[in-house]
């Protein structure tokens, strides 16, 4: 029997594996099933993928070794874990909490290092630069228990802002020590040393926060269609904006947090796009960095002697003392819960990656001794399992405590989840936009998918134009899954296009209706108005938004919204400022609300009652008899937020009569949304005329088209 086949086998599982392709499938296993099996004893994933990194690393089973695709993958990953923070960073919480993140990032900073140089200078004895950076490696930290804070949906904690924020403060300060060190060490500490570091800084400076936002402003706009383009555009910043970071002389998680940061506005936290990056980075790219992590840790230097072990027990009890007294001060300067205290110390607690260049470059240099480094390693191991039960433990009850502050109010929580909308289609050139729209207006604790409708006019190719309206509209389900967002598709055939989209929206209990802008083609259309909206808002007590969409919605600078005098107390008030508020979170705009001053003493309460992060100012000198001559205001970058009212509504007042031709005129190019609000709880505005219901109506009007088409096809054959 020919052996060849079998010892060719089994060299292909010599160890440590050198086939790429049996090194990718393995790796790509041990993510599937460690955080499945350490699941059952709840120990948090990320622990278990560095403790699969330790089992099957150099230093253990000598499974996997370090090769260049692992560290590919692994840089990937940890560029990731930053872009992601700078990414999902409530840009509006972040102004609001700079200051506390610039304090926090101080006491991050100085507090670990006022404990750990006379440690090292005086108790162990190293030498000054020794001590100094040493020192340093204890205040910096990995955001290496970030997925569980993104998997626990706390992200936009003021407490993770804070750390985030303080990240990149203290990273960069710590690395600016590692090159000022390496040039007095290689001699070069001058002034054309400080020129060079700071010119540099300035540019990449310039480069991510002038230049690149608007080069991906124009990309995002030009190229709306090209999806996959938008995912390897994000990611070529990523990496370039690293890269840059490296020339300008600091380390490339700095680059790829900035891009983050750069990027943010334009990218909407329940975006199609926004997805993608989460989803690629938390079952690839991140778990492959937190292996790694893991391959980097020797269990056996503990058993190297006892000086090992004496500098790594040092190392690991300055480290997370140093981290913990940060953010015990933190705590109390900034009044925090015991949670968020613990959320602190869990995200700043973890030492990785600048951790391990630092001490790295070091040991290269010779400026650091091998107890240090290998002290390091078992640092490295001990605080990202603190960090990781630590971070997990906080997030529970953090989480816990919004739930019981949501229970205080179980009929609101009730309402959110029955809140079912129904976007009526005629044009379907809108779809993507209207479901972008939609999917960022939807609140998170819906129960019910988005509906998408076609009403098919009852003629003689209705049975071919129903067949392509459900076509196109099975095109949505593919795009709406990339946003994780559930979609129900409606296509039906009605008489009257009005009717139908009623008869739907009662069927299918929708409570918001988000209909397209009406376009009027005939003369008659144009003559007699808008009579699509007047019709459905008429007919239905529901709150309904009509949209007109020309651009990307990433591309605002702002929302302008009018309220009329009294708006305050209709029913679907808190439905529309919802609205608002969620819009000017996701895109990261201020709101200018043009209002009296009754109205915008409500809007100001419901902000600080919410602690909304909303970035507000108030005009309250609004002629409402002359309210379309504010063109001269308005910027092209500004979404018009229109709210109007029913007639005989309490806010109603004859200004809003022929409000849409006034917005056409005015605005014809403009991106806008007009509002009308629920007046009262209820399914109907007029009960009490039920026979006289659009339905009613549609019966009417289909004997009617029976005789135009009768009459038609008289003239037709004359």
Known sequence: MDTSFFDHLLKEFDLPLKNPVLI??????????????????KIPGIIGLIVSGTIIGPHGLNILAKSS????????????????????????????????????????????????????????????????????????????????????????????????????LTDTAVLIILA???????????????????????????????????????????LESEKTSHYIFVLSVVFFAA?????????????????????????????????????VGNAIFIPFFLISVGMLVDVSVIFKGTNTLIVAAALTVVALLGKWLASAVAQLIFKYTAPQRQVIFGLSSAHAAATLAIILVGFQEKIIDEYILNGTIILILVTCLIASFATEGAAKKIVLSEDKENNGNQEKEEELKQENILIPLANYDYLEMMLDLASIFRNKKSINPITLLSVVPDNDTAE???????????????????????????????????????????????????????????????????KHTEGIVESLNKDFFACQLNKALVLHSRIVVTCPPLSEYEYGFKVWFSKISILSKELTIPVVFYCNEKTQVTIQNIIKKSRLSMSATYINEVDWDHLFPLKETIKETDLLYIVSARKG????????????????????????????????KSGHLYEEYDDMRAESLSIGLQTIQKVKHSIFNIFKRD
């Open 180 to 222: 000022v060190i390496m040039g007095s060490e290689q001699g070069n500490l001058n002034t054309e040393f400080w020129v060079r570091l700071i010119t540099s800084l300035i540019i990449f400076s310039a480069i991510m926060f002038v230049i690149i936002p608007r080069v991906a402003k124009w990309f995002f706009s030009k």
């Open 24 to 41: 990718f499938s393995t790796i790509l296993f041990i993510i599937l099933l460690s955080p499945i099996l350490l699941r059952k004893i």
């Open 243 to 279: 890269f840059l970071a490296e020339v300008a002389g600091v380390e490339p998680i700095i680059g790829a947090f900035m891009a983050g940061l750069a990027l943010n506005k334009l990218i909407p936290h329940s975006s199609a796009l926004m997805n993608r990056i989460e989803f």
């Open 464 to 530: 071919f134009n129903l067949i392509n309206a459900r076509k196109k509209l099975s095109d949505s389900i593919k795009y709406a899954s990339a946003s994780e967002t559930k979609v129900d598709i409606v296509a039906t055939i009605d008489y009257n296009i009005i009717g139908g989209i009623i008869r739907t929206s009662r069927e299918k209990s929708a409570n918001i209706i988000l209909s397209g802008w009406p376009h009027k083609s005939t003369f008659i259309d144009k003559f007699l108005g808008d």
């Open 649 to 680: 509504s309490v806010s109603y007042a004859n200004s809003l009569d022929g409000i849409e031709k006034k917005l056409d005129k005015f605005y014809p190019d403009q991106n806008k949304i007009l509002v009308y609000p629920q007046t009262k």
């Open 69 to 168: 695709a692992v560290e590919l993958f692994s840089t990937i990953g940890l560029l990731y874990i930053m872009f992601i923070a700078g990414l999902e960073l409530d840009m509006s919480d972040f102004k609001k909490t700079r200051n506390k993140s610039l304090i926090f990032g101080f006491l991050t900073f100085i507090i670990p290092i006022s404990i750990g140089f006379p440690l090292c200078y005086y108790i162990l004895g190293y030498q000054m630069n020794t001590s100094i950076l040493t020192a340093s490696m204890f205040a910096t930290h990995t955001l290496i228990a970030y997925p569980i804070i993104s998997k626990f949906g706390i992200a936009k904690n003021e407490a993770v802002a804070v750390v985030v924020g303080g990240t990149i």
